[in-house]
């Protein structure tokens, strides 16, 4: 394996992450090991200055970057990132783990992520857009509907996204509703997106738990992160009977033994910005979070959040990874020591990447389906892959996170052989 010059060896970055899970993988690929080496080196990664006139007058320059993990199965797809602690290699994990979960879904995909180093909270709405719009024209030479396509992720939304679609389609001159994914639905995009990544974790969900004897319907589940992905997931389980005992986001942790009152916290957050100070429940400290009782856990958050002390300390049955990369690799042994079913988050939050890929078809027709056509399909697509997956983590008697990967890498290193290599 040749190291590349621009990663540190830090233990447990993202990228050293997704690097231990593709070791695990290596002895089940057999011949197509020749090319593991793929999977190790991102295929192109760019490094932006964005400029940026602020509204009191002043200049500053943020970072942005976009990586294109792998192209051997189709053109890039992955989200772009505004968050303070964005990274080159935080971003180069992102877009790996893009490609796996492309592959595992058998999306005609392969992967890429962005990112800005900044707080979208501290812009106003037109310092918001100049950002977004600058980011946009400095990545476009490597972007396009046939090329890469960017979705939103943490700190983006539909709106960033009209206005790099609306950029793009300036510097070409047409409009060009292909280039990204998770637009409005009057600007192009498809019934479903926003709910599509919770909507996944619930049905994957669902199905592990049908599969491990656990009874959704009263089962106690807490959810980390509240965000998009989080809050649906949250409402879905709660909808279907299951009592969300504890939550966690930024502001902090609350717990109710009989189950919170999901509707009425959301509802909550959206008046506050936060869960903070919500009276149906009782605040804890984060680190209780982790202790309570329940039978599902879904961390929804960023990566990294699953230690091995933290693993050691579950009570629950089943994890959903509604997040990327919450399960730091020494964790995921103890989890699988104690018998702690993962649905790994290549498989359990590629409902935005498969709605994505609706998207992305009905643009290039110009024809658009109904929502509940939609939910069918994804519901089908992510059955099937966990599935998939669950046949193959029985067949090689190892976990579903290495069963995944087994069966992505298998798709893309054979794309790859049978590419062959230019010139």
Not at 97 to 102: D, E, F, G, P, V
Not at 105 to 134: C, H, M, Q, W, Y
Request: net charge negative; aromatic share 8%.
């Amino acid at each position: 394996m040749t190291a590349l010059s621009y990663v540190s060896d830090e233990a447990d970055s993202a990228w050293a992450t997704y690097l231990a899970q593709v070791e695990r993988v290596l002895p089940y690929l057999g011949d197509l090991t020749r090319w593991a080496d793929t999977l190790r080196h991102p295929k192109r990664a760019l490094i932006v200055d964005i400029p940026l006139e602020m509204d009191d007058g002043t200049i500053r320059h943020f970072e942005g970057f976009r990586v294109q993990h792998n192209l051997s199965r189709g053109p890039g797809k992955g989200g772009v990132r505004f968050h303070p602690d964005v990274t080159l290699q935080e971003v180069m994990a992102l877009s790996a783990w893009m490609t796996i979960k492309s592959a595992a879904l058998n999306l005609p995909f392969g992967g890429a992520k962005g990112g800005v180093r900044v707080d979208p909270r501290e812009l106003s709405i037109k310092e918001l857009e100049r950002l977004t719009r600058r980011y946009t024209s400095e990545i476009g030479n490597i972007i396009g509907p046939q090329q890469d396509i960017p979705a939103p992720d943490v700190g983006t939304n539909a709106q960033v996204m009209a206005w790099m679609m609306d950029t793009y389609s300036m510097n070409v001159g047409a409009t060009t509703t292909g280039v990204v994914t998770g637009k409005p639905v009057h600007l192009g995009g498809s019934l479903g997106r926003v709910k599509a990544t919770g909507r996944g974790v619930y049905v994957t969900g669902v199905a592990a738990a049908q599969r491990i004897g656990l009874e959704v319907k009263n089962s106690r589940v807490a959810v980390q992160g509240l965000g998009n992905v989080g809050s649906v997931s949250a409402e879905l389980f709660y909808q279907a009977g299951a009592k969300v005992v504890a939550v966690q986001d930024h502001s902090g942790s609350l717990y109710r033994e009989d189950g919170i009152d999901i509707p009425a916290l959301l509802a909550w957050q959206v008046e506050h910005g936060s869960i903070a100070g919500f009276a149906q429940a009782t605040g804890i400290r984060d680190d209780e979070f982790w202790l309570k009782s329940f039978d599902i856990l879904i961390p929804a958050a960023l990566e990294g959040q699953i230690t091995e002390q933290r693993a050691g300390a579950l009570s629950c049955k089943l994890i959903l990874e509604g997040a990327n990369g919450p399960t730091l690799p020494a964790a995921d042994d103890i989890l699988r020591q104690r018998q702690i079913t993962v649905v790994p988050d290549v498989i359990c939050n590629a409902g935005g990447v498969t709605v994505s890929y609706f998207e992305w078809v009905q643009d290039f027709s110009s024809f658009y389906w109904r929502e509940e056509e939609i939910n069918q399909r994804l519901d089908s697509i992510m059955q099937d892959a966990l599935s998939a997956v669950w046949s193959k983590a029985e067949t090689l008697n190892v976990t579903l996170r290495t069963a995944a990967y087994a069966v992505a890498c298998e798709r893309i290193l054979l794309a790859r052989k049978d590419r062959g290599l230019y010139p």
